[in-house]
């Protein structure tokens, strides 16, 4: 179990190194930064000035390693186009896209589960062909053309639901939520839809799969034979043993939430982290690229080490291994 | 005529399944009125000199004030929409195609490789398609966007918008055609003849894509009409997103983040027709992805 853990930290660790590695690269070799920081009057001299004086005429290696450093230290730069921290900067986002994204994924499970149970059970139902056809439907249609059909109806004709922004925040020790609020809640379903439905049709497809392979198992055979209770029997038995991939998907997903999550706040103009990075992207504004690549690399590392650990909660199987 | 359909099985079932079918007309009449844009539109968008602000937001023909010279109506500008989302369509599947092909050189020709000559080789590669997989296209294609602004001047940014988008595009799709034909490569290692090549001696590229190759592509083609799709709605997102191709030469998705600005108003066509254009192109090559699937595969059948 130690060992198992302690593995698991070491690669996860390198695969921060190895984004960490990538970030610098961008900012070392992707235009000149003193450029970004001179003007243009800038005496050829000044600049070779500020060039040793920033230590980038020191080893590579060298070089590197401060970098990480001051990255630990949680010291991330200025960004080249507002001359603020990055560090501040990316942490105001933080709050909107994380609390999009878990409204999200909740919104995909809760529906998702559910119907990949029902369509595995009643596989010839006229409901199961229906569902199964709006799948199909769900994952042609692009995210941004998904937010605009919802945005048109919910908010333009029927005007039920705000269309842009977060609405009220209130704001907890530094982290901005939009729970405590009607408004805020009125404000993250639309977004969280469009970000959920990609998500929810992933789910749903890998629910029946694997609920459909574990109702043709002997044990689930010898449970009806034994008379337990259908109810009982799908949820406990069958659901319980169709959990360790969908907690595998849980934690790939993520990856495909925060991404997606740049279309969908650029479509209601979320304040969160994509919308920055969109925003860093047109004014090639590198520090916070960089940063944003490792503080996504970072929650992708922390979820899966989580789903890792949830692995050995809900299997036995895997526990019992381990020991042996 | 019949007689040879039914033979081949593939053209067969083609001819059983109405959805496909209109797929396939769908995706067909789409890519010729693509091709043919500059002969088929009425009038050419790009050219300043061809519209007027004095037709302006003029509904499509059936819609009471709508114009005869204008079936789907015109823009803010005064610009025909036929002719806008023909031009537009030409260019999402031109970046599309060739970010597809590109993809597929790549991928396949690295699968390839690193199916035959696997040890080292094949474990470099396939830990880079693994870091990559792990990020999706969107960021990959985003990055690399970001990454050509940084280091391109800024006076050839524009000349070469076109070449930096189906780049950044067919870099984030090569991983699933080097997986593909990857695993199909190891299958046809153990073949007879690829280990009679090899005992004849003949020159690895030669084995690869004289022999291998042609045995596999049925699997690749499945993926390169998938990754087609996914390639055109990548470069529609982008472009919505406002990276990717700049107004004055619009794409589907160029067009579609212009009509957002009509959502609020009454001119609902300037935003939905390029809308459900892009659907219909996608949902139909899906669709085709999805029936080779069936046939190159018949076990799923």
């Given at each position: ?6 593995k698991?930290?070491?690669q ?6 190895a984004?960490?590695?990538l ?5 070392r ?37 401060r ?23 990316i ?14 994924l ?15 059970l ?6 199961t ?10 994952v ?12 048109f ?11 842009f ?11 901005d939520?939009?729970?405590l ?8 379903i639309?977004?969280?839809i469009?970000?959920?439905v ?13 609920m459909m ?6 044990y ?12 009982r ?5 069958a ?13 790939l997903?993520?990856g495909g939430v925060?991404?997606?999550s ?5 479509v209601f ?13 047109r ?6 690229m960089?940063v ?9 590392v922390?979820v ?10 809900i299997?036995?199987?895997l ?6 | ?5 039914k033979?081949?099985?593939g053209?067969w079932?083609f001819?059983?399944s ?5 797929a ?5 009449a ?19 000199a ?5 037709d ?15 079936l ?7 610009r ?10 030409r ?17 396949v020709g ?6 035959y000559?696997?040890?080292r080789f ?42 930096v988008?189906t780049?950044?595009?067919?870099l ?21 003849y ?5 005992m ?13 190759l042609?045995?596999i592509?049925g ?7 998938v ?14 997103l406002?990276?990717g ?24 066509w ?8 892009l659907?219909?192109l ?9 029936f ?6 018949p076990?799923l059948?």
């Amino acid at each position: 179990m130690v060992y198992f853990i302690a593995k698991r930290l070491v690669q996860s660790l390198f695969v921060m190194l190895a984004v960490a590695f990538l970030a610098f690269s961008l900012f070392r070799f992707v235009g000149d930064p003193i450029t970004q920081m001179t003007g243009v009057e800038t005496s050829v001299e000044d600049q070779e000035r500020l060039r040793d004086e920033l230590g980038l005429n020191d080893p590579f290696a060298y070089q590197f390693a401060r970098f990480t450093g001051d990255m630990l230290q949680g010291d991330f730069g200025f960004s080249y186009r507002t001359r603020q921290p990055v560090a501040e900067m990316i942490a105001t986002r933080i709050p909107a896209t994380l609390e999009l994204g878990v409204v999200a994924l909740l919104i995909s499970l809760f529906v998702g589960i559910p119907a990949g149970v029902y369509t595995a059970l009643r596989p010839r139902g006229a409901a199961t062909q229906a569902i199964l056809m709006m799948t199909l439907v769900g994952v042609s249609i692009p995210t941004f053309v998904i937010g605009i059909i919802l945005i048109f109806f919910f908010g333009v004709q029927l005007g039920w639901l705000p269309t842009f922004g977060r609405g009220g925040t209130v704001n907890l020790g530094g982290w901005d939520t939009s729970f405590l609020t009607v408004d805020g809640w009125r404000a993250i379903i639309l977004p969280a839809i469009t970000l959920g439905v990609y998500q929810l049709t992933l789910t749903m497809r890998l629910v029946r799969a694997e609920m459909m392979d574990v109702m043709q198992s002997d044990y689930i055979r010898f449970a009806t034979a034994r008379g337990v209770p259908m109810g009982r029997l799908y949820f406990k038995h069958a659901l319980a043993n169709t959990m360790v991939p969908v907690i595998t998907i849980i934690g790939l997903q993520f990856g495909g939430v925060i991404a997606f999550s740049i279309v969908t706040e650029s479509v209601f103009q979320w304040p969160g982290m994509g919308l920055l990075f969109l925003e860093s992207i047109r004014f090639v504004d590198i520090p916070v690229m960089g940063v944003y690549l490792v503080v996504i690399a970072f929650f992708f590392v922390l979820v899966n080490l989580i789903v890792d650990l949830l692995y050995v909660a809900i299997d036995p199987r895997l526990r019992i291994r381990d020991v042996s | 005529m019949w007689a040879f359909i039914k033979r081949h099985e593939g053209l067969w079932l083609f001819t059983r399944s109405p959805a496909v079918m209109i797929a396939a007309i769908v995706a067909l009449a789409i890519m010729i009125g693509a091709v043919f844009a500059p002969w088929i539109a009425p009038v050419n968008p790009y050219d300043l000199a061809s519209f007027s602000l004095m037709d302006g937001l003029l509904p499509p023909v059936w819609e009471e004030f709508g114009s005869e010279r204008f079936l789907l109506g015109t823009d803010d500008q005064g610009r025909d929409m036929i002719s806008s989302i023909l031009y537009g369509a030409r260019l999402s599947l031109i970046i599309g195609v060739s970010a597809m092909i590109i993809a597929s050189v790549l991928g396949v020709g690295l699968g390839l490789a690193a199916g035959y000559f696997g040890g080292r080789f094949d474990a470099i590669v396939m830990r880079i398609a693994d870091i990559q997989l792990a990020l999706p296209a969107i960021l990959t294609a985003l990055l690399i966007d970001g990454i050509a602004r940084g280091i391109l001047p800024p006076e050839m940014q524009q000349d070469l918008r076109v070449a930096v988008l189906t780049l950044a595009i067919a870099l984030s799709l090569w991983v699933n055609f080097a997986r593909t034909a990857r695993a199909s490569t190891f299958v046809q290692m153990n073949k007879e003849y690829v280990q009679a090549a090899v005992m004849q001696g003949q020159h690895p590229l030669r084995i690869m894509f004289v022999h291998i190759l042609p045995n596999i592509l049925g699997p690749l083609l499945v993926i390169m009409t998938v990754d087609l799709a996914s390639a055109i709605l990548l470069e529609a997102t982008l472009s919505f997103l406002g990276i990717g191709l700049p107004a004055d030469s619009p794409s589907l998705g160029t067009l579609i983040r212009i009509g957002m600005q009509f959502l609020l108003s009454g001119e609902w066509w300037i935003l939905w027709i390029p809308t459900l254009f892009l659907i219909a192109l996608v949902v139909s090559i899906n669709v085709l992805g999805d029936f080779l699937r069936d046939v190159f595969n018949p076990r799923l059948r």
